[in-house]
């Protein structure tokens, strides 16, 4: 929506915020869409469960682009809403996947009655199949045209990072 752009983009853009993808899950293998992880609807916010795993910069991310299952009733690709999650809240918690060189690119994120609220739904709900695509189909074309993780390595955003005190190419 219009004030999602508004709340949203000008600190994806300017990088004060960083944000991670909380798709895939232990469980569902290469199958997206068979994903556990549910949100429940109580008032205006969802209460959210389940895991996600091989999240790029989940250690550092201030905001989770999150799909998760709110329809069980009706054929798993359209039972997915897709939303923007804070992750600094309780009940989100991100462990790093260490590789034996101690470096941790991935990582595990538990959602244990973490909240998102109402207005944070992207695509409306039960449409969170389509949404991801999108992000999908961004990601692979950045990454083919040479937006790789070579120049993601060079700049950390976002408040976990802590570098917002210092100006880009400092």
Not at 46 to 60: A, L, M
Not at 94 to 111: H, K
Not at 116 to 128: A, H, T
Request: net charge negative; hydrophobic share 40%; aromatic share 8%.
């Amino acid at each position: 929506s219009d004030e999602q752009k508004q709340r949203f983009l000008p600190t994806i853009a300017n990088g004060q915020e960083a944000w991670c993808q909380l798709f895939s899950e232990p469980g569902a293998g290469s199958d997206l869409a068979g994903l556990q992880a549910k949100a429940m609807l109580d008032g205006e916010e969802y209460i959210v469960n389940g895991q996600k795993v091989w999240t790029s910069g989940g250690h550092y991310a201030d905001m989770g682009m999150l799909i998760a299952r709110t329809n069980s009733d009706v054929p798993k690709h359209q039972g997915i809403t897709y939303f923007a999650i804070d992750m600094h809240q309780p009940g989100v918690d991100v462990r790093p996947l260490r590789e034996m060189t101690g470096r941790a690119l991935f990582n595990e994120v538990f959602l244990s009655d973490a909240r998102v609220r109402d207005d944070s739904m992207i695509g409306g709900l039960n449409n969170g199949w389509r949404v991801a695509n999108t992000t999908l189909m961004f990601e692979r074309s950045s990454l083919g045209a040479g937006g790789g993780s070579a120049a993601a390595s060079l700049a950390s955003p976002g408040t976990v990072a802590g570098d917002l005190d210092r100006r880009a190419g400092d």
